[in-house]
């Protein structure tokens, strides 16, 4: 039993050493919306980005509007974000920095009736897209894609004509979702998957550590 615990215990270092970058945006997002305060200092706010405060058009993304948005929020980009780093940690990460930038410039320019905006839903749209068409690409899982991208583009107008969330309960935390952000998020994702490169020797290696873990599971009596 010790040895099976041991070897999952490698199993789950050698994830997070696969995704740092997803554990770090994941950690500062638990921070930032759950610290008394720090939310407030860092979501999207339009006038104080016009005054100069710039860092929030990257850290807005990190904040929610409650824990219930965090959990799916999060969530998502776990799942998402570990997939994708893993496959290529350069197109992940420029795939995060271009959505994020991108959906907030979009805000600052084109919806003056937004104020305020929290949350990572945008970046987990492109990262879906990022990794459907990295997926696609690789022929693993050609013949999902279309249902994949159908059922991306069902949540996005499902979104657009209800003017609510498919999980979230956005009336509780009195927000409205901006599904614009999703489409947005959805091609740079779509852009990132194109111009990518293919499954990396990260994704091999990740693949390897973890039979070499699961082997060792099955082996322990």
């Known amino acids: ?47 104080l ?8 058009v990257l850290t807005g993304h990190l904040t929610h509007w409650n824990r219930d948005h965090l959990f799916w929020d999060l969530g998502v980009f776990g799942v ?14 420029g795939c995060v920095a271009a959505s994020a930038v991108l959906i907030s410039v979009l805000m600052q320019s084109a919806l003056p009736e937004i104020p ?4 990572l839903s945008g970046i987990d749209t492109a990262l879906f897209a990022l990794l459907g068409v990295g997926l696609y690409r690789d022929a693993r899982r050609r013949d999902d894609f279309p249902l994949q991208a159908a059922g991306l583009l069902a949540k ?8 609510s969330t498919l999980f979230v309960d956005h009336s509780g935390a009195s ?17 990132a998957g194109l111009i990518s490169p293919t499954a990396t020797a990260a994704s091999a290696s990740f693949s390897t550590r973890c039979n070499v873990g699961s082997n060792s599971d099955r082996r322990d009596p």
Do not use: K, N
């Open 1 to 47: 039993m010790i040895t099976a615990a041991l070897a999952r215990h490698r199993s789950w270092l050698a994830a997070v050493a696969d995704a740092p970058v997803t554990c770090a945006v994941a950690a500062a997002a638990v921070l930032a919306t759950l610290a008394p305060g720090l939310a407030a200092a860092l979501e999207f706010d339009r006038e």
């Open 80 to 93: 998402l974000g570990a997939c994708c780093e893993r496959r290529g940690r350069a197109a992940f990460a």
């Open 116 to 119: 305020l905006y929290r949350g």
């Open 49 to 56: 980005i016009a005054q100069g405060e710039l860092w929030r």
């Open 156 to 163: 996005i107008v499902f979104e657009i004509t209800t003017c």
């Open 175 to 191: 927000f409205i979702p901006l599904a614009g952000a999703h489409v947005l998020g959805a091609l740079v994702g779509l852009a």
